[in-house]
């Protein structure tokens, strides 16, 4: 009998720690709720690296909250990116976001993106000298102006340039390279 005590320690310990990603999760959703998306978003940054841990609605949550954190420190372009991954995670597992939350996604993400592509002229766009768009992988790809974005070099606009004079003036996972805040 004494054999199975230590599988029957093993598998409660394997549970609890599920239980403390969805702990970091619940306790990141406060501090968004709480208005401390400062908060929020340093425990959605640490437990970016178990995302795999947690269930596809529980990441879709995970998206959802990053998303809306960035959107109230005003990080319009992160905001973007993470409200997008929020609605393709709803969209695989339909009730992973309630309705409300669904609602503030859409009109969100309706809105970054008319900001962010609605308004743009063709100069904006970087062009190959043959008329086509420059492609590239990573924003190492794209001159010091510009980012990778859906694989095509595209001007930083003024939103999405933030001076910096090290990595600790920029936001989340970006890195200061050459004086601005850019994704790694």
């Known amino acids: 009998m004494s054999w199975k005590r230590p599988g029957v320690i093993c ?3 394997a549970l609890a720690g599920c239980a403390t990603h969805r ?14 998306p400062e908060r929020a978003l340093v425990l959605l940054e640490v437990l970016e690296i ?13 998206a959802y909250y990053r998303g809306m954190s960035y959107l109230r420190l005003k990080q319009r372009r992160n905001a973007r990116h993470w409200l997008g991954r929020a609605d393709a995670r709803e ?5 992973s976001l309630s309705n409300d ?17 609605g308004g743009r002229s063709a100069a904006d766009k970087t062009v190959e000298p043959g008329g086509e768009q420059k492609k ?32 600790s003036d920029c936001a989340g996972s970006e890195l200061c390279e050459k004086g601005s805040c850019v994704a790694p």
């Open 91 to 95: 969209k695989q597992n339909k009730g």
């Open 11 to 13: 598998l409660g310990i």
């Open 50 to 62: 178990d995302i795999d841990s947690l269930s596809p609605a529980e990441r879709a949550q995970y």
């Open 101 to 117: 939350e669904n609602s503030r996604v859409a009109e969100t993400l309706k809105e970054l993106n008319e900001e962010r592509y």
């Open 136 to 167: 590239c992988k990573t924003n190492d790809d794209c001159s010091d102006d510009e980012f990778c974005d859906s694989n095509s070099c595209t001007k930083l606009s003024d939103d999405d340039k933030k001076s910096c004079k090290n990595d």
């Open 23 to 36: 702990d970091d999760l619940d306790r990141a959703a406060n501090h968004y709720k709480n208005n401390e």
